[in-house]
């Protein structure tokens, strides 16, 4: 008992963790916010209309893989190696993402024409919603936040976009505006939040952002393989969307989105946990201390899985009430989707952990290949289960994809087969079992 108080007394005190702290305290709240004006918001627009909006969101998250240019975890290992070249970094990565995030916009306009032809409203929405990756290009200031463990600013300017889009989103229940204002709300949060943090970052730090074309290469050359990465996760986490929209209808969306956004709404938790002490195990790996690494990357992951099967649980046993509640009858056909859609939230977290196992090891070629496997597998599962079951067959099809990704996808490959260990490892708790005892 003595040990496990020790170890919860160690993580709370932990700088990390205060920045976690930050993280979650700002996303509670978003969700609070986010949670009371969505339901509102989804009840107003009904099934049919609150699924066309997010049919078209799902082809603005596939391209917005495409628009970030998997920079996140790399630049954060790059201001760690080089300290006195952040700003040359950052600029050069804000260029190249904005550039990206124009040609992103026009993809999305060429492909709703193609697969909507005929269907202006679908075409609207997709382009307005599409103008927020053009200031998420600078959000990648959020990696100086990170890298420096300061996300206290980011939060802040998170909370204050969630304030102002909660704002505009109830002045369009109460005027009764069409679905095409509800479109704006995404862009307006991102250009808020794009602003917060640009200002932020200019009033922490002396270093101005530059453009350095040479530093921006360097970035995209190690970043390649997360591109094709998040191709490929964008791919299986949206394509089911898109595909329901296409076998299905809209309606049908609409449920299938109710249960994603239930099932994900706290991933906030793990996912802040995540990227604050990402820069703390990137460190002690850099700094060799092998034993002390192995055991805070076992430590993260026993946390958070075991904090994922604890809230799907609870979301399983409760769910048809949840989904009353939250948005009320006219929705109860999520309900047993939702059951399904809670599990492969654990293997999503156990995917994004990954990421900083693959960083720490320079595996990041390998990352393109676990979810060039998924993608496939996702959609031949969704062209067979979709038309068969319904969208339970897309959240099975997903939930099956997330643990071949996740588990099964390291084991092919040799130099990849000790992540599927520590994970199974961690799980188990091997590191409290075995009594080690490293201090740091």
């Known amino acids: 008992m003595n040990r496990i108080n020790m170890w919860f007394k160690r993580l709370a005190n932990s700088k990390g963790m205060r920045n976690s702290f930050w993280i979650i305290g700002e996303q509670v709240f978003q969700m609070f916010v986010s949670l009371i004006v969505g339901m509102l918001s989804a009840r107003y627009l009904g099934p049919g209309n609150y699924g066309s909006l997010n049919y078209t969101a799902s082809l603005v998250s596939f391209f917005s893989a495409i628009s970030t240019l998997g920079m996140e975890g790399v630049v954060v290992k790059k201001l760690i190696e ?22 992103s916009i026009l993809s999305i306009g060429i492909m709703i024409v193609i697969l909507n032809p005929g269907n202006p409203l679908k075409l609207c929405l997709g382009l307005i919603q599409g103008i927020q990756l053009a200031w998420k290009s600078v959000f990648i200031l959020d990696s100086w936040f990170q890298r420096h ?40 949060s991102e250009m808020i939040l794009a602003l917060t943090v640009f200002w932020f970052y200019s009033q922490e730090t002396t270093q101005k952002i530059r453009i350095n074309l040479k530093k921006g290469m360097e970035v995209l050359k190690e970043s390649y393989h997360f591109i094709i990465s998040g191709l490929m996760s964008a791919t299986y986490g949206q394509m089911d969307k898109i595909m329901i929209g296409s076998y299905l209808g809209d309606q049908q969306v609409g449920y299938y989105t109710t249960a994603n956004t239930i099932s994900s709404m706290w991933l906030f938790v793990p996912i802040a946990v995540i990227n604050s002490f ?92 676990f979810l060039g496997i998924g993608a496939v597998v996702n959609i031949v599962l969704n062209v067979m289960w979709i038309p068969a079951f319904g969208i339970n067959g897309a959240a099975y099809a997903t939930l099956i994809t997330q643990i071949v990704t996740s588990m099964i996808a390291p084991l092919l490959f040799k130099e990849t087969r000790n992540y599927t260990k520590l994970v199974l490892e961690a799980f188990v708790c091997k590191w409290w079992l075995d009594g080690r005892t490293i201090e740091g």
């Open 82 to 103: 080089h300290p006195n070249e952040e700003g040359d970094y950052l600029g050069a990565c804000i260029l190249l993402r904005f550039f990206a995030s124009v040609f």
């Open 149 to 188: 463990l300061c996300s206290r600013y980011v939060s802040l300017g998170k909370a204050g976009a969630c304030l102002c889009v909660a704002t505009y989103k109830i002045y369009l229940l109460v005027a009764k505006k069409s679905i095409i204002w509800f479109a704006f709300s995404t862009v307006i």
């Open 278 to 369: 990402q820069p703390k195990i990137l460190e002690l790996k850099n700094s060799k201390n092998e034993k002390l690494y192995q055991r805070r990357l076992e430590q993260l992951y026993s946390f958070l899985i075991w904090m994922c099967i604890g809230f799907s649980l609870v979301v399983c046993v409760f769910s048809r009430w949840i989904v009353q509640i939250l948005y009320g009858d006219a929705y109860t056909e999520a309900t047993e989707t939702l059951k399904i859609c809670i599990w492969y939230e654990l293997f999503a977290i156990i995917g994004t952990m990954r990421g900083i196992w693959i960083l720490a090891e320079k595996k990041n070629q390998y990352a393109k290949y």
